[in-house]
């Protein structure tokens, strides 16, 4: 009986894909810039890592230590139709104009979203929370400069105060293969059945901005992309949903703390979150390089790959111009540290990149502040070559000798305790 349906699905998934194959060739090997091995698992729980019996220093760990000294002894305001969910946004200063709405039953509490219900995201530069109306617990991940995410759950009882109760049940995916073998994160697109229930064999490679338009978002809500865009979102079941028909008819808008799941805030979060598992990454095998050989030459591969994602070298362009969303945007560029002519990392281009400066504004995170001291000053030696020209690789050679100027000039003002010779300009690329 089923039979029928079942091929009509397997013909619109394989429509899709041959679509996104002759409009993207390069999908494939643009996915291969990550280094061979990027998938293995490292061995975080021994030497010299130790990532569960280590002390965290995220975030949520020191807001813990925090609200258990308060007089409040961890008593929030607990809000009727929410929950903790605004108390834990404003604590951790994460914008509600973050929303991204996710119906794929892909997460812990998978029993509790559905199409008409979705999970929605928040994130700011080091913390995520997902929230599901009616669901028993608050979900959050949380960037440690050391160890990379640690999660946590906060139950939604109003009889009970926050606690932030760290879950590493969540590395069972979370610490594997699709978060580059480390603590960090995993970003799908896949196509769904009506009920939101993911269907095998659907997904993408992991989800990064070298990821074709056409080929991300699918499981999630998109309700502002321009007209022209081609994406995976919106489609429950196969069946395509007009932005327009998604939040106040699919979806209530009373549920959630603002209307909407935005495309900047889903460009962003793309970008951001395979930069936090490339920064542990470097990180854990940086360690174990120098306690077993006592150097970092075996690092080349990983250390040009970051480079390479750091510059956006092969970013997928947008496919017209996004407007931006004026929340997100102010408040994410509010955070900006600027260069004397007033320029940052932060700055948005939206015509056909995410952003104005190609450099990833997660350079300024504690977690590449805190890298290894010799592998810190490895990954800024060739960066600086690169952008006074020095270096010549192919790789880097579709950055413009403007762009490489900016970016030398915005770092120098913004980063802390760079090396003497940051201070000189090389020969620049005159292309």
């Not at 490292?42 to 308060?70: G, H, M, R, W």
């Not at 200063?93 to 794929?104: G, H, I, K, R, Y």
């Not at 542990?280 to 174990?288: G, P, S, V, Y």
């Not at 390089?289 to 790959?305: A, E, M, P, T, W």
Request: glycine share 6%; hydrophobic share 35%.
């Amino acid at each position: 009986m089923d039979a029928i349906p079942d091929l009509q699905r397997l013909k619109s998934r394989l429509s899709l894909v041959l679509f996104i194959a002759a409009l993207f060739p390069r999908w494939h090997s643009a996915q291969g810039a990550d280094f061979q091995g990027s998938t293995h698992k490292v061995e975080y729980n021994a030497d010299p890592i130790f990532y569960s019996a280590s002390a965290p220093t995220d975030p949520v760990s020191l807001a813990q230590k925090k609200l258990k000294a308060s007089k409040s002894k961890g008593w929030l305001d607990f809000d009727p139709q929410f929950g903790y969910l605004p108390a834990v946004l404003d604590l951790f200063n994460v914008p509600a104009a973050s929303q991204m709405l996710v119906f794929s039953k892909t997460s812990v509490q998978r029993h509790d979203i559905s199409p008409v219900n979705p999970r929605a995201l928040y994130f700011s530069d080091s913390i995520y929370i997902g929230y599901i109306p009616g669901a028993a617990v608050l979900e959050i991940a949380s960037v440690d400069p050391k160890l990379g995410a640690i999660f946590y759950t906060v139950n939604q009882d109003k009889d009970e105060p926050v606690r932030f109760r760290r879950d590493e049940n969540c590395l069972n995916c979370h610490g594997a293969a699709r978060s580059m073998g480390v603590p960090g994160f995993v970003l799908r697109s896949l196509d769904t059945e009506p009920s939101g229930e993911p269907i095998s064999g659907s997904d993408t490679e992991n989800v990064t901005h070298f990821t074709p338009i056409p080929a991300r978002w699918g499981g999630w809500y998109v309700t502002d992309a321009p007209s022209d865009w081609v994406h995976r979102g919106n489609r429950p079941g196969g069946e395509s949903i007009s932005p327009e028909g998604i939040v106040g008819k699919r979806v209530p808008a009373s549920l959630y703390p603002k209307k909407g799941s935005e495309a900047l805030p889903l460009l962003v979060h793309d970008h951001q979150v395979h930069m936090h598992n490339y920064i542990t990454r470097l990180n854990f095998e940086a360690q174990q390089s120098l306690k077993v050989y006592g150097h970092l030459r075996y690092l080349k591969n990983q250390v040009d790959s970051f480079l390479r994602y750091l510059l956006f070298t092969e970013e997928a362009p947008l496919p017209s111009p996004l407007p931006a969303s004026s929340a997100f945007a102010e408040n994410f560029q509010a955070r900006a540290h600027r260069d004397p002519k007033g320029r940052s990392l932060r700055d948005f281009d939206l015509q056909t990149h995410l952003f104005k400066y190609p450099c990833s504004f997660l350079i300024e995170s504690e977690g590449f502040q805190q890298l290894p001291g010799p592998l810190r000053e490895v990954i800024l030696q060739k960066l600086w070559e690169i952008l006074t020209g020095q270096n010549q690789e192919p790789s880097f050679a579709g950055i413009s000798s403007e762009s490489r100027q900016a970016v030398l000039e915005i770092i120098r003002a913004i980063l802390p305790d760079l090396p003497d010779y940051w201070q000189r300009d090389g020969p620049t690329n005159t292309q």
